[in-house]
């Protein structure tokens, strides 16, 4: 299974808390994608929710609503949409050399961000996240700004466009895709029965 995401994306963040799960209970494990999903925007000629007029005041609503339906905790940040180029980065910078570690960031950075409502954009902001994970400082402020890192990110976002990944959370199962972060009832069916 193959779950793109932008850290930008509450819904994403809701997948975040509940993908591997799902795909333990059927014996799956989930690739995890930090994507941009601007570029997908410039596809789509779609534009962040919160630039949306009547949408954005909708996820307002409905981000503490789908939070207290899974009992996870929600904050809505200060700054939105966040700007994710270096906790994508981030993710991908260590995600070669030692994918566990590279997930528990990306948990952890969602957390930040949707759970306490901390900013992520900068490798600072990023960092104090990372650094409980024994994630060095400099090591992480050298490693996003690696052109191979950049070149990962930018490749990953386009394989992500090429697959039909439009929106975040997206979930490929064997390249079935499902979008949103209220499909995993679909998601968890699909695994049990093999489709439908």
């Known amino acids: 299974m193959d779950f793109y995401f932008d850290?930008?994306?509450?819904?994403g963040y809701f997948a975040a808390t509940r993908?591997?799960?799902?795909?333990?209970?059927?014996?799956?494990?989930?690739?995890?994608?930090p994507i941009?999903?601007?570029?997908?925007?410039?596809?789509?000629g779609m534009k962040p929710v919160m630039d949306q007029p009547l949408r954005g005041a909708y996820l307002l609503h409905d981000v503490p609503r789908f939070a207290r339906l899974l009992g996870v905790p929600v904050t809505i940040p200060k700054t939105m949409p966040l700007h994710s180029l270096v906790a994508a980065r981030a993710f991908w910078?260590?995600?070669?050399?030692?994918?566990?570690?590279?997930?528990?960031?990306?948990?952890?950075i969602y957390h930040a961000h949707w759970g306490e409502g901390r900013d992520m954009a900068t490798v600072e902001q990023v960092a104090e996240v990372a650094e409980p994970l024994g994630i060095s400082a400099a090591d992480l402020a050298a490693g996003v700004q690696d052109q191979v890192v950049?070149?990962?990110?930018?490749?990953?976002?386009?394989?992500?466009v090429q697959r039909g990944v439009f929106g975040a959370p997206f979930i490929l199962i064997d390249d079935e895709p499902f979008w949103g972060a209220d499909r995993h009832d679909q998601i968890d069916q699909w695994l049990a029965r093999g489709g439908w």
């Open 7 to 11: 850290f930008a994306s509450p819904y």
């Open 19 to 33: 993908i591997d799960d799902i795909a333990a209970r059927h014996g799956r494990t989930v690739a995890w994608h």
């Open 36 to 44: 941009l999903l601007s570029a997908m925007f410039k596809i789509s």
């Open 93 to 108: 910078w260590l995600q070669p050399a030692d994918p566990a570690k590279a997930h528990a960031l990306a948990k952890a």
């Open 150 to 160: 950049k070149d990962r990110l930018r490749a990953e976002t386009e394989r992500a």
